[in-house]
């Protein structure tokens, strides 16, 4: 298999990802579960100081979820750019790339050990799909 086509394959799980973070993310609040109701309300109704702003935990979990639409996109393109130059530069792809790799190789373990097997197992299969085109392309 050439490391361009797993390169989009690698990114095409994090696209996944991202469409499942995308539904995730903008449905949080939305529970008929009297239980996850009350823990809402106490992530987004309380409010502390932070750094010299007003913040409720809810606030932040919006946030981290924002910043990770941002990490997957960045990672697509990067990964897909990477793929394009995979046959020319191999320096520069495995320089590019091996930090990618290694970091949704770890992000899939904090996944399966903090969320759930799915999350856990799209990103590890993105790292180590980016690990094997690194090894792939020589």
Known sequence: MKPRLVLRIAA?????????????????????????????????????????????????????????????????MLILSAARYADSNHDIVRTVLTPIGIGYVAMGIIEFVYFFPFAGSISLAAGLLVVLAIFLNG
């Open 12 to 76: 095409l799980c994090i696209l996944i990802h991202l469409i499942g973070h995308f539904f995730g993310h903008f449905s949080w609040k939305e529970t008929p579960d009297p239980v996850k109701q009350e823990v809402i309300r106490q992530m987004t109704g309380p409010k502390f100081e932070f750094m010299g702003v007003m913040r409720s935990m809810g606030d932040y979990f919006e946030g981290y979820g924002l910043i990770l639409f941002v990490v997957y996109g960045m990672s697509i």
